[in-house]
C-alpha cells in the first residue's frame, strides 16, 4: 500500500519566519502534486512536480520533489498570515485516484 | 471558471437517519469522488465514480453508498447515520484516467460540515 506522511502536523509560526513542510513515502510516485485549503474551503492545488530533483517557485513558495521520486518539500519564505491554511501533499493511487498525505495545520501570527 | 458545488455547508442529524450528501460539477468531468476529512487523518476516499452509474469502493466505504445518475452529479448516502459519521465530506472531480503524470488534478468543492447527534 502506497502511503504518504507529512511533517510536522501543525505549525505555529510569526509572521516573517521561514519554514519547511516535509511529504515522504517508501514508494515512487510519476508526480506529486501541493494542495492548500484555506478554513471552510475544499483544497486548491497549489503545484505539480513531475521530474525527480525538479524545483518549482510560487512567489514566497518553493516546492522540491526529491530525485528519487519518493519525497517532496515545501518551503515557504517569510511567511505571513494569508499563508494560514492545511497543507496537503498527494500521489498518483491508480486508477485516476490520488493519495493524500495526513496535511500539515500551518498557523501564521501576526 | 470550474465549479464542484455541495449541496450543504452544514448538516445536523440524528442517529438512524437516512442522510443524503449532494454534489454538482459544472467541468464535464467523467471522475468524482467523495473524501472524508477528519484531524490527523488527511482525506480518506469513501467512493469513486468514473462514469455515469459506475462506481468503485474507496478505503473506507462501510456505512456508505453512492449514486450516479448523471455525469454532472455524484450523491452520497448515508443508509444510517451513526455517530462516528460525524465529520467533513469533501467532494472532488477530475478528468479520466491517469493523466500524462500518473496524478489528475482534482477539484474540490468547499465541504459539507455533518454532525450526527
Known amino acids: 500500500t502506497q502511503l504518504l506522511e507529512q511533517s510536522p502536523q501543525f505549525l505555529s509560526i510569526q509572521e516573517g519566519e521561514n519554514l519547511t513542510v516535509y511529504c515522504n513515502s517508501s514508494s515512487v510516485f510519476s508526480s506529486l502534486q501541493w494542495y492548500r485549503q484555506e478554513p471552510g474551503e475544499g483544497p486548491v492545488l497549489l503545484v505539480t512536480v513531475v521530474t525527480g530533483g525538479e524545483v518549482k517557485k510560487l512567489k514566497r513558495l518553493t516546492f522540491q520533489f526529491g530525485d528519487a521520486r519518493k519525497d517532496s518539500s515545501l518551503h515557504i519564505t517569510a511567511a505571513q498570515p494569508g499563508d494560514t491554511g492545511l497543507y496537503l501533499c498527494a500521489g498518483g493511487g491508480g486508477g485516476g485516484k490520488l493519495i493524500f498525505g495526513q496535511g500539515t495545520e500551518l498557523s501564521v501570527k501576526p | 471558471d470550474v465549479k464542484v458545488t455541495q449541496s450543504s455547508r452544514y448538516l445536523v442529524k440524528r442517529t438512524g437517519e437516512k442522510v443524503f450528501l449532494e454534489c454538482v460539477q459544472d467541468m464535464d468531468h467523467e471522475n468524482m469522488f467523495w473524501y472524508r476529512q477528519d484531524p490527523g487523518l488527511g482525506l480518506r476516499l469513501i467512493y469513486f465514480?468514473?462514469?455515469?452509474?459506475?462506481?468503485e469502493k474507496g478505503d473506507i466505504p462501510e456505512g456508505y453508498s453512492v449514486s450516479r445518475e448523471k455525469k454532472e452529479r455524484f450523491s452520497l448516502i448515508l443508509e444510517s447515520a451513526s455517530t462516528n459519521q460525524t465529520s467533513m465530506y469533501l467532494c472532488a472531480s477530475s478528468l479520466p484516467g491517469q493523466g500524462l503524470f500518473g496524478g489528475n488534478i482534482q477539484y474540490f468543492g468547499a465541504g459539507t460540515r455533518l454532525s450526527v447527534l
Open positions: 465514480s468514473y462514469d455515469v452509474k459506475m462506481k
